[in-house]
């Protein structure tokens, strides 16, 4: 079984700091693509990453695919409290098609 | 609207009860998820429909949960005999196609289900 583990579960910071989100795996995983969800809401595509070693930005953001395309990772510069929410990282399985999600990280920026 | 559409988005019902969920896929998507969310945690796979078959049912817990998209559109997701751990926020997704691995999944509001 394809598993995803994410840590930190939840995380409170204050605005203007950074923060880093990981996501693991003993699975080689075709894709990784990290999600954000607000409450009442499904989850938003942020990005996508395919091949190992990429890496990503948007904005403030910067996702990174490991070199054995098993983990990823997410880091916000200058964390603002609109960032606050639920994000979660998500891998497709080459030999199944599915898309397998982790529990997610609980994102709190207070101003 | 041009997304995802859920129905009911609450459903209160008492044990041993039947229940069907209903997903409205994007337009034109082959590819149609469900999950199975419970508060502040991430989505848990339930089955996934390429077209009007299911390509993984694998994330079925028992046999109480069945689905169908017996046109290829629209999905409903069916319960039957509720026990209370079956309450939970029932997510439908859809895909422009199935074995694309790099494609996004559009997710609707979700259907919240609680069991009495």
């Known amino acids: 079984t394809q598993l995803l583990e994410q840590s930190p579960q939840f995380l409170s910071i204050q605005e203007g700091e950074n923060l880093t989100v990981y996501c693991n795996s003993s699975s080689v995983f075709s894709s990784l693509q990290w999600y954000r969800q607000e409450p009442g809401e499904g989850p938003v595509l942020l990005v996508t990453v395919v091949t190992g070693g990429e890496v990503k930005k948007l904005k403030r953001l910067t996702f990174q695919f490991g070199d054995a395309r098993k983990d990823s990772s997410l880091h916000i510069t200058a964390a603002q409290p609109g960032d606050t929410g639920l994000y979660l990282c998500a891998g497709y399985s080459s030999n199944t098609g599915k898309l397998i999600f982790g529990q997610g990280t609980t994102l709190q920026v207070k101003p | 609207g041009a997304g995802v559409s859920q129905t009911p988005s609450n459903k209160v019902t008492e044990k041993g009860k039947y229940v069907e969920l209903r997903c409205d896929p994007i337009?034109?998507?082959?590819?149609l998820y469900w999950y199975r969310q419970s508060l502040g945690q991430g989505p848990e796979f339930l089955i996934y429909?390429?077209?009007?078959?299911?390509?993984?049912d694998s994330g079925l817990p028992n046999d109480r949960f069945f689905a169908v998209r017996p046109e290829g559109s629209v999905s409903t997701l069916k319960i039957q005999r509720t026990e209370r751990g079956d309450s939970a926020v029932y997510l439908c997704?859809?895909?422009?196609?199935?074995?694309?691995?790099?494609?996004?999944?559009?997710f609707g509001e979700g259907s919240r289900l609680t069991v009495l």
């Open positions: 337009s034109g998507h082959t590819a």
């Open positions: 429909f390429q077209g009007t078959g299911a390509a993984d």
């Open positions: 997704a859809s895909s422009l196609r199935a074995g694309d691995l790099t494609g996004e999944l559009f």
